[in-house]
């Protein structure tokens, strides 16, 4: 090995070319898998860190090809898993998580080919940031794919995205069709789930409940605060004009134009109502004097 001195210290030094060209792919893949890791750890380094991920998993080659390699087929694609999950850790370090399904699906073809492990952190990366919705699409392939079904890690990614993705969206139909229809959950197991779904629906519908309540109130709110200013208003302008016989009867087509338009039937209204009654009055018997009758000769 060749030292290299852009290397940090103590950092894992690249392999040098010719040791590099006589390693098979998986065992060039290890040893950037090694690399990258302590860039991780050790030395907190996560470009670096990524850099060694994406030349490993470049080096594999897309997934399936692994399948070629014969016996080493199961070694390449466990590497490969491997620097996938150093290199969503480096992704998110740098609070580019966003770029993580992009970055993945470079290297598997399709969603339903991510190893179950890389699911799994998928799932609780983007449940952490609270964009489950990403993993919508992607977890509802990967479980719905006849080959993934026989995986022993199954259950327990079928659990994990109900409870991390379905029930937080909302997805209640979606989650019991799931559940119902996996056969590597026993009856124990299925019940569970569905009780788990149940009570989140009813607390979903609560929220929604409680939110339109909420919503109703500040609009009773903001309705009794325009009635109480417009009362304030129309005391004042009473006030005002009140030896404006002109304008004072221009008021009281107003206020009656108010007492025609206003819901009598809120709660709100009938204070309101009630004043504007007796402002209505009021300019009524300013504009139009009773009439007083001379008495009666006798």
């Known amino acids: 090995l060749k030292k290299n001195q852009s290397t940090p210290s103590g950092a894992a030094e690249p392999l040098a070319g010719p040791l590099v060209a006589a390693m098979s792919a998986p065992a ?3 040893s950037l898998l090694e690399e990258a890791t302590d860039l991780l750890v050790l030395h907190r380094d996560f470009a670096a860190a990524l850099e060694r991920c994406e030349a490993g998993c470049g080096s594999l080659g897309p997934a399936g090809a692994e ?3 014969g016996a080493e087929a199961g070694s390449s694609a466990e590497v490969k898993c491997s620097l996938c999950v150093v290199g969503i850790q480096a992704l998110a370090e740098m609070n580019r998580w966003r770029e993580v399904l992009p970055w993945l699906l470079q290297y598997y ?17 983007y449940s952490k940031v609270r964009e489950p919705q990403v993993m919508l699409e992607v977890g509802s392939s990967w479980l719905r794919d006849i080959t993934n079904k026989s995986l022993p890690e199954y259950s327990s990614l079928l659990e994990l995205y109900l409870l991390r993705v379905l029930l937080p969206l909302g997805q ?3 989650a019991e069709e799931l559940v119902r229809g996996c056969e590597a ?7 569970a789930l569905l009780r788990t779904i149940c009570e989140s629906q009813c607390q979903w519908s609560q929220q929604e409940e409680m939110h339109s309540v909420a919503e109703e109130q500040q609009g009773t709110t903001r309705e009794a605060v325009l009635a109480l200013g417009t009362l304030q208003a129309l005391t004042s302008i009473s006030s005002h004009f009140y030896l404006i016989p002109y304008k004072k009867m221009l008021l009281a087509v107003f206020m009656l134009y108010l007492v025609v338009r ?7 209204s009938l204070p309101f109502l009630y004043r504007l009654v007796q402002l209505f009055r009021q300019a009524w018997a300013a504009v139009f004097p009773p009439v007083r009758r001379p008495p009666v000769q006798d």
Do not use: W, Y
């Open 28 to 30: 060039r893949a290890a």
């Open 172 to 174: 209640f139909e979606e």
């Open 109 to 125: 073809e399709a969603p339903e080919q991510l190893p179950a492990k890389v699911l799994e952190l998928c799932i609780l990366l």
């Open 262 to 268: 206003l819901d009598p039937a809120s709660p709100t």
């Open 185 to 191: 959950l026993d009856s124990a197991q299925q019940l």
């Open 67 to 69: 399948a070629e390699a």
